[in-house]
């Protein structure tokens, strides 16, 4: 268990692989069990929690690139408008495809891309970073 | 000057050193009031490679091999454009097939002076470059998206092992995770049948026979059940007592291909449709869906069998290895194949094999 940090740290997961969230619901439970996870299947619905300003507001972000109807890119082009900035945004992705890592410099609120599956260290160092 | 009676002498020395002295094969012919043509002169390369009988000529485009007079070969040149490009197959005189680009010169509509420039080795260059090209991504796809049903069911088998999931949701994910290795278990059949006829080259053995449609369409329905159920599909198929003479196993894998890639395109929640039709002398095999569509461009890149390839609407694995194969088996078992579509209203792929 990680002591001290992000404690109640706020997760999104945004990733049609539902055995992925799956991952990332348990790593972080168990590294982290006062923090709250929300994920999302389809990338639209992520979307309109986020524009929802009822709802709270995330810390962290997971986003997976390869999602069918609005993928991840086309989600990074409209979050832009509707991004509050205090939220980091991780990509997390099982590409390997350099194009991606390429394409997600363009990107000034994705702070990092994180090769699948999410690791206990993986984790760490997204948030620490 | 007359060329033809002054320039060109059999004996003439100074006429015989300068075309001989070139590295290509030369061809002189004249031109008769008829358009038919006489051939007045072979320079020593042309006598040395080609060889002069008549030549067998296979452009690279049609792909048929006749023996074309150079009469035809001619009529066949001229009626191109200037600058269309004009590669020529030549089967040589030592049996061995080389590639020109051929460039005509005509000299007051009298004289045709014909230049055939080798470029067997650039050709076979490029051949090899687009053979790696496909390698790399076919490697790529073996080593990267192979391995997600495996990673998948790692990182499942792990978290039970770790008590972090029972094995309720154990089961709850095993749909997910089938539906991954079903995808990969196709592509890795299609791999093995391409990677067959690649070894084989033109001597592919094929066992025509009787074969029920709906026997194979039964027997490989299984393997799109869980893309079917996901992508809440209506799949909609008619039984049919048809047969066709094809060889059973290329012709399941062509239906395979089909279906997994109307499924494929199809948009969740979308239609995917088999009919079967047939009159007294062929045997129609429809395959629909209403999905994301193709371009005239991508249609014309699919039936010239360029490997293209598209990510499904739920990111399902392609390469176009799956339409290459498809083509290639139509044609072994004498089929044709049509390609209907309108971009974003969806595709109709239409198998056809004589009765």
Same mark, same amino acid.
């Given at each position: 268990m990680v002591e001290n940090i992000h404690?109640?740290?706020?997760?999104?997961?945004?990733?049609?692989?539902?055995?992925?969230?799956?991952?990332?619901?348990?790593?972080?439970?168990? /590294?982290? +069990? /006062?923090?709250?996870i929300i994920s999302f299947t389809e990338a639209y619905r992520a979307l309109d929690y986020l524009v929802d300003t009822n709802n709270h507001v995330p810390d962290i972000i997971f986003l997976d690139i390869?999602? +069918? #109807?609005?993928?991840?890119? #086309?989600?990074?082009?409209?979050?832009?408008?509707? =991004? /509050?900035?205090?939220?980091?945004?991780?990509?997390? =992705?099982?590409?390997?495809? #350099?194009?991606?890592?390429n394409n997600t410099q363009k990107y000034s609120l994705v702070k990092g891309f994180i090769q699948k599956p999410l690791t206990m260290q993986k984790l760490i160092q997204s948030i620490v970073s | 000057m007359d060329f033809e009676q002054n320039v060109y002498q059999k004996d003439n020395f100074f006429f015989d050193t300068i075309v001989n002295a070139f590295p290509e094969p030369i061809v002189i012919d004249s031109i008769g009031e008829n358009g038919n043509l006489t051939t007045l002169y072979y320079n020593k390369k042309y006598v040395e490679t080609i060889g002069t009988s008549s030549i067998e000529v296979r452009t690279q485009k049609q792909m048929f091999i006749e023996n074309m007079t150079k009469n035809k070969l001619f009529n066949t040149l001229s009626s191109a454009t200037k600058e269309q490009e004009t590669k020529f197959i030549v089967r040589c005189k030592d049996s061995i097939n080389r590639i020109y680009r051929v460039v005509f010169n005509l000299y007051n509509q009298k004289i045709l002076v014909t230049v055939l420039n080798e470029i067997t080795d650039v050709e076979k260059y490029r051949e090899l470059e687009r053979m790696n090209t496909i390698k790399d991504r076919l490697l790529s796809i073996l080593s990267h998206d192979s391995r997600m049903p495996l990673?998948?069911?790692?990182?499942?088998?792990?978290?039970?092992?770790?008590?972090? @999931?029972?094995? !309720?949701?154990?089961?709850?994910?095993?749909? !997910?995770? !089938?539906?991954?290795?079903?995808k990969v278990i196709t592509f890795l059949d299609n791999l093995t049948s391409w990677i067959q006829m690649q070894i084989k080259k033109g001597e592919v053995l094929i066992a025509p026979q009787m074969v029920s449609v709906d026997e194979v369409i039964q027997e490989i329905k299984p393997l799109f059940q869980s893309s079917i159920i996901a992508k809440k599909i209506n799949f909609e198929y008619v039984p049919t007592d048809i047969q066709v003479y094809v060889d059973y196993n290329m012709f399941s894998l062509i239906i395979r291909n089909l279906i997994s890639n109307a499924i494929k395109f199809a948009k969740t929640q979308g239609n995917v449709s088999i009919h079967v039709e047939t009159d007294s002398f062929i045997v129609h095999i429809i395959i629909e869906d209403n999905g994301i569509g193709l371009t005239k461009e991508e249609i014309n890149k699919i039936l010239s069998t360029q490997m293209i390839s598209h990510q499904g609407?739920?990111?399902? @694995?392609?390469?176009?290895?799956?339409?290459?194969?498809?083509?290639?088996? @139509?044609k072994l078992n004498k089929g044709s194949l049509n390609i209907l579509s309108v971009p974003n209203q969806g595709s109709k792929f239409i198998v056809s094999f004589p009765i």
């Open positions: 404690h109640n740290t706020y997760y999104m997961i945004v990733d049609d692989d539902i055995i992925n969230n799956k991952i990332c619901e348990v790593i972080i439970k168990k /590294n982290m +069990p /006062n923090s709250q390869n999602m +069918p #109807e609005i993928d991840g890119w #086309e989600f990074l082009n409209r979050y832009e408008k509707i =991004s /509050n900035q205090k939220t980091k945004l991780i990509m997390l =992705s099982s590409s390997t495809n #350099e194009d991606d890592m | 990673n998948s069911l790692h990182a499942l088998l792990d978290m039970l092992r770790n008590n972090d @999931i029972n094995f !309720e949701d154990f089961n709850n994910f095993l749909p !997910e995770v !089938e539906q991954q290795v079903d609407t739920n990111h399902e @694995i392609g390469f176009g290895l799956g339409l290459t194969l498809v083509q290639e088996y @139509i």
